[in-house]
């Protein structure tokens, strides 16, 4: 059992969360010693106070009766207390209303009355009413109730959320530019990877934000340096072989008739193909830039040459739209089409949309991979003879440059059994993610 279990894992939501628990615990904590401490402590000594008066009326009562209307009269227009006693009463009576308040002044009232029977209730209007059966009469007394308790100590506890609210708003929108910043980098990490280019991206945000951005775009830009330069490099040794070659060519088409030039042409034929595929390696169809495209579309098209060398099935539910490189995903879709068709006779070619994901699937009844050599089948220049057809012409790339370009689309290939019998591969591309908001904007915090 794991805190991060329970937690949540998004960025945002746990920013969120850092934020709202402690205050949280903040606000109850303190409300909690508020209300057990200085409303208890006032309500405790507001109580005391209006006790002593009912002592102290009490007492001149029985010391100078002749003085005590007088007393009760002054407390009346004072607006403290309005007190009457009721002489010879016996029963006591509790008047309608609600008991459940002012606890402290019920204490108070034990302490100062100890052994006397006594009932107080809240009335409508704030009113207290108090009924004590003394040994020759009731004295009853009513009272405003916010001289006993504290009515609007409710108040404190609607300023504190409503404050503590306004924090947490606060918070969030500051948190909310930090995490855009966040997900700007991300996006445009991903499409630096998928071969995109972002020309409005500005690094934002936090300054460690900013300098990964920065480290990000200077990543991208060696990058594109060390492709420029690889593919200049082999497009010159592409040039210079097929100079030689084409001579070749040349004096076999001049040679005498009687002469059998068709080997040597195949060998030249064969070195050509051998010569585009290394340079489509290398290139990685580098300078296309996505697009907006049906796929469904674009893999009809790329296996329909397989279509007339074997017996084709091709499977699409729904049109699925997205951005991808269309020439780069057709030659990757055309060679595992092609592939199929070398080995098998029956193909069948699946595209549909999956969780967030594109879905290419071509299947053969040919004779398969061992399982063993999945992870060979894509190194390049691999060639497994042993488990397919020995009379199968390639220079091992096809799988190769087909891993490539969906890598480069942000996806993968697989490969596996199939229900046909024989290989199945599958080539998984996720579909475009949102654009973050405010991309290209300039936010320093």
């Not at 697009?291 to 296996?303: K, M």
């Not at 539910?317 to 080995?343: E, G, H, S």
Request: charge should be neutral.
């Amino acid at each position: 059992m794991r805190l991060r279990d329970y937690t949540p894992r998004g960025f945002n939501a746990r920013n969120l969360l850092i934020l709202i628990a402690p205050m949280i615990v903040f606000v109850v904590a303190m409300t909690i010693y508020f209300f057990y401490t200085h409303v208890e402590q006032v309500n405790d000594k507001l109580s005391r106070g209006v006790v002593d008066e009912l002592a102290f009326l009490e007492q001149q009562r029985q010391d100078a009766p002749e003085d005590w209307p007088r007393l009760v009269d002054g407390f009346r227009r004072a607006g403290l207390l309005d007190i009457s006693f009721t002489h010879g009463t016996s029963e006591l009576v509790t008047p309608p209303g609600n008991g459940d308040c002012c606890i402290e002044f019920g204490r108070n009232l034990d302490v100062r009355f100890p052994g006397l029977p006594k009932v107080y209730r809240y009335l409508a209007g704030d009113l207290l009413t108090v009924r004590m059966l003394l040994p020759d009469g009731l004295l009853e007394a009513r009272l405003d109730r916010k001289r006993v308790i504290i009515i609007n100590a409710h108040i404190f506890i609607v300023w504190s959320v409503i404050f503590s609210v306004l924090l947490l708003l606060t918070s969030y929108l500051f948190l909310r530019n930090q995490i855009r910043s966040i997900l700007q980098l991300s996006w445009a990490a991903d499409a630096f990877g998928r071969g995109e280019d972002v020309p409005n991206f500005k690094p934002s945000g936090a300054i460690e934000v900013r300098k990964a951005a920065r480290s990000i775009i200077r990543m991208r830009t060696r990058i594109l340096r060390y492709t420029d330069q690889r593919t200049a490099m082999l497009a010159g040794v592409s040039h210079d072989l097929r100079t030689p070659l084409a001579r070749l060519k040349l004096e076999l088409a001049l040679a005498p008739k009687d002469f059998d030039t068709t080997p040597a042409k195949n060998d030249i034929n064969e070195m050509e193909r051998m010569l585009d595929g290394y340079l489509a390696f290398a290139r990685g169809e580098e300078g296309e830039q996505p697009v907006q495209s049906d796929l469904v579309a674009l893999a009809r098209e790329a296996v329909s040459a397989a279509s007339a060398r074997s017996q084709l099935e091709f499977v699409a539910p729904a049109p699925v739209q997205m951005r991808l490189r269309p020439l780069a995903l057709k030659r990757a879709i055309t060679n595992l089409a092609n592939n199929a068709a070398d080995y098998g006779k029956q193909v069948r070619v699946t595209v549909a949309s999956l969780s967030g994901e594109a879905v290419i699937t071509v299947e053969d009844n040919g004779p398969g991979i061992p399982s063993e050599y999945y992870d060979d089948a894509f190194k390049p220049f691999s060639r497994l003879d042993a488990a397919r057809n020995q009379n199968v012409s390639g220079v091992g790339l096809g799988l190769t440059i087909t891993r490539d370009t969906a890598r480069a689309h942000g996806g993968d290939v697989t490969l596996g059994k199939s229900e046909l019998g024989g290989l199945r591969a599958i080539i998984r591309l996720p579909l475009d993610a949102e654009r973050p908001k405010g991309m290209g904007d300039e936010d320093d915090e």
